[in-house]
């Protein structure tokens, strides 16, 4: 029998995690290794990855990520978003609990781009007047 699972998508900065929540024990995977591994060398910010669970007081879920792009600290962000967004498809009672926290909303700032003629994205060179 195919295990059902709730899909979402969560980003942030330039990372992309496509989230897979199933009911299970709690355990979360990213890019088919555990998740203290991955993290392992961003032991704080792996505190972050279980956030929903802690908001919605329950942690009988298993969560396979799949993630691409960025630094670790815009991945766990992302993740953390994917995997608040699974769990309020799956249950719409933990929803306006997950939004109280702040873990529905997208934080869509990303670096801005470097543009011709300039040192950086906003950068010039001094200006003199006479």
């Not at 199933?22 to 355990?27: D, F, M, R, S, V």
Request: cysteine-free; hydrophobic content about 35%.
């Amino acid at each position: 029998m195919a295990e059902h699972y709730t899909y979402a998508l969560g980003r942030r900065k330039s990372s992309t995690a496509r989230v897979r929540v199933t009911n299970g024990t709690g355990k979360i995977t990213v890019n088919n290794k555990p998740a203290e591994e991955y993290f392992a060398d961003s032991g704080m910010l792996l505190h972050d990855l279980a956030m929903p669970f802690r908001v919605i007081e329950d942690n009988k879920y298993n969560v396979s990520v799949v993630v691409t792009g960025g630094g670790h600290a815009g991945q766990i962000d992302a993740i953390k978003l994917g995997i608040s967004k699974a769990l309020a498809e799956k249950n719409e009672a933990l929803k306006g609990t997950l939004k109280r926290a702040g873990l529905l909303g997208r934080d869509s700032r990303e670096k801005e781009r470097k543009k011709f003629g300039l040192k950086g994205a906003r950068k010039q060179r001094q200006f003199t007047k006479r």
